[in-house]
C-alpha cells in the first residue's frame, strides 16, 4: 500500500456518531409562513445598524423548502446524525396558548426524512429565537417565560419522541444571556445591570432544569434528554500537574453560572461573593430542579480558554492572547484544538460525566470560489484534522465522546455577522441558493468513510 494508507492510530470507535448541527433561524427562512410567530431575532434582524449589511434570516438557507436536498447532501457525505434546532414560534407562535399544527407538521417530515436517509435526528429545543410576544412581556427576566419554554419543550419533544430519541433542551445559554441581555450585540439587544443579569441567568438555568423535567414526563420511555452548552474549555498552558490541576480548578469556576450549577447544584462561593448584593436570589428547591440529572452533555466547543497555576485563592490565572495567535475569519475564533481534548475531559474528570458528545465545533473562513469552481477551504480544513486529532486522543484516554457534530453543514445566518461569515463545509450562493461541497466536506466524508482522522 502508498505511504500514509495503514491505519495509524487515529481511529474512532466503532459506531462513532458523525454529524452535522444547524439552527433554525440561522437556515430555515420562511420566516412567514406556516403560521409561525415573529421572534426577538426577526425584530433584531430588522432593526437598522444591528447586523452586518442589513442581512436578516428571511430567507437564510430556504431550508424550510429545500431540507430534502439538504438532507440527501448528508447522506452523500455519510453523515449518521443531524442535530437542528425547532423554532419555538412555529409551534406556539406567540410563545403560549394553542399549538400551531403546520409547525409541528414541517418538523415531522423533517424528522421522516432523515430517518428515510439513515440519518439519527439530534433536536434542540431552544436556539435563541425567543417568540417576539413573551420576550414582550420581559422575556427571560420574567420567570413566567421559564415555565412557558418548560411547556413548549414538553409539547414538543412528546410529539417527536416516537422518532427522535435525543433532545438538547438550550443551545450555548451563557451567550445569549451575555450578549444578547448584556452587551446587547444579539437579539434582543438590552444592556442589563449585573444585578437583573445574574437574576435573569438564574431563570434561564431554572428554565432548561423545569424542562428536563417536562420532557421527561412528556416523552416514552427511554428518551435521552440533555444539553448543548458552551462550555468553557479551560485549558492547560502546559501540560504539567500543576497546569493541569489549575485547568480542573478553572473548569468549575469558569463555568459557574451555567454547567458548574446544573451539575453540582449549587453555585460556587467565588461566584457568589464576586457579585456580591448582584447575587441571584434562589431556593433550594430551585437549585434542585436546575440539577435535575441529564443523560447525556454536549458541550460546543470553539476557542480555549488558556490557564496556568497561580497562588490567587482561586488557584489559577487566564492567560491572556497575543495579538498574533492564530485565528480564523471571526476574530473570536482563536484556533486551539488542544480545547477539544481539554473540554469532555475535564467534563468527564470534573463531574464524572458518562456520556459526552461534541454539540458544535468548526470554522468560519473566506471561502472564495476557485477558478474551476470548486472551494478549497484548506484553513478550515487544516482547522477541522487538527481538532479531530485531539478528539481522538482524548477517545483514547477514555474521554466517553459518543459523537461529533460539525458546525455547519450549509453557510449560514450567523447572526450580527449576517452572511459574511461562512461556516459551512456546504457553500451557499446566497443569490441562487446553489450548494457546493468545500474541500472541508470532502475531508469529513473522507473521515467519516475511514471512521479516523484523515
Ligand atoms: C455558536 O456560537 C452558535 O451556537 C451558533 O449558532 C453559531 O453560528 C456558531 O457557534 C458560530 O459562531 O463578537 O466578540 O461578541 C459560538 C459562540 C458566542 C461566538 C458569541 C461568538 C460573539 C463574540 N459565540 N461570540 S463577539
Not at 487515529?10 to 410567530?37: C, D, I, K, N
Not at 443531524?82 to 423554532?87: G, I, L, P, T
Request: aromatic share 12%.
Amino acid at each position: 500500500a502508498p505511504a500514509g494508507d495503514a491505519p495509524n492510530g487515529r481511529h474512532f470507535p466503532e459506531g462513532f456518531l458523525w454529524g452535522s448541527a444547524t439552527a433554525s433561524y440561522q437556515v430555515e427562512g420562511a420566516v412567514h409562513e406556516g403560521g409561525r410567530g415573529a421572534t426577538v431575532w426577526d425584530t433584531f434582524s430588522h432593526t437598522p445598524g444591528k447586523v452586518h449589511n442589513g442581512d436578516t434570516g428571511d430567507v437564510a438557507d430556504d431550508f424550510y423548502h429545500r431540507y430534502k436536498q439538504d438532507i440527501q447532501l448528508m447522506k452523500e457525505m455519510g453523515l449518521k446524525a443531524c442535530r437542528f434546532s425547532v423554532a419555538w414560534s412555529r409551534i406556539f407562535p406567540t410563545g403560549t396558548g394553542s399549538p400551531n399544527a403546520a409547525g409541528v407538521d414541517f418538523y415531522n417530515r423533517l424528522v421522516d426524512t432523515l430517518l428515510a436517509a439513515g440519518v439519527q435526528p439530534y433536536c434542540t429545543l431552544y436556539h435563541w429565537d425567543l417568540p417576539q410576544t413573551l420576550e414582550d412581556k420581559g422575556g427571560w427576566e420574567n420567570r413566567d417565560t421559564a415555565k412557558a419554554f418548560a411547556d413548549y419543550a414538553a409539547y414538543t419533544a412528546g410529539k417527536l419522541s416516537d422518532r427522535v430519541r435525543h433532545f438538547m433542551t438550550m443551545n450555548e445559554m451563557r451567550s445569549f444571556v451575555e450578549i444578547g441581555y448584556g452587551s446587547g450585540t444579539h437579539a434582543p439587544g438590552k444592556k442589563l445591570a449585573p444585578g437583573p443579569l445574574a437574576q435573569l441567568t438564574h431563570n434561564v438555568v431554572l428554565a432548561h432544569g423545569m424542562s428536563v423535567q417536562s420532557i421527561r414526563a412528556s416523552t416514552k420511555a427511554g428518551t435521552r434528554v440533555g444539553i448543548a452548552d458552551n462550555a468553557t474549555a479551560t485549558t492547560p498552558i502546559i501540560e504539567n500537574e500543576e497546569h493541569i490541576a489549575a485547568a480542573r480548578k478553572a473548569m468549575r469556576e469558569e463555568n459557574a453560572m451555567f454547567l458548574s450549577v446544573i451539575l453540582d447544584g449549587k453555585y460556587s462561593e467565588h461566584y457568589l461573593k464576586r457579585l456580591g448584593a448582584d447575587a441571584p436570589k434562589f431556593t433550594a428547591e430551585e437549585l434542585k430542579t436546575i440539577s435535575s440529572p441529564m443523560d447525556f452533555v454536549g458541550i460546543n466547543i470553539y476557542t480555549p480558554l488558556f490557564v496556568r497555576a497561580d497562588r490567587s485563592e482561586k488557584g489559577y490565572a487566564v492567560v491572556p492572547w497575543t495579538s498574533t495567535y492564530p485565528t480564523m475569519a471571526s476574530p473570536w475564533l482563536k484556533i486551539g484544538p488542544e480545547a477539544l481534548y481539554w473540554g469532555p475531559k475535564l467534563l468527564a474528570d470534573v463531574w464524572g460525566v458518562k456520556e459526552i458528545y461534541i454539540t458544535e465545533n468548526g470554522a468560519s473562513s473566506a471561502d472564495v470560489l476557485a477558478p474551476d469552481g470548486e472551494i478549497y477551504d484548506t484553513d478550515r480544513t487544516m482547522y477541522l484534522r487538527n481538532y479531530l486529532m485531539h478528539l481522538q486522543r482524548g477517545i483514547t484516554d477514555g474521554v466517553p465522546v459518543k459523537g461529533y457534530f460539525l458546525w455547519s453543514l450549509l453557510d449560514n445566518f450567523e447572526w450580527a455577522d449576517g452572511y459574511e461569515k461562512r461556516f459551512g463545509i456546504t457553500y451557499v450562493d446566497f443569490k441562487t441558493q446553489k450548494r457546493t461541497p468545500k474541500l472541508s466536506a470532502k475531508f469529513y466524508e473522507e473521515v467519516i468513510r475511514q471512521n479516523r482522522v484523515v
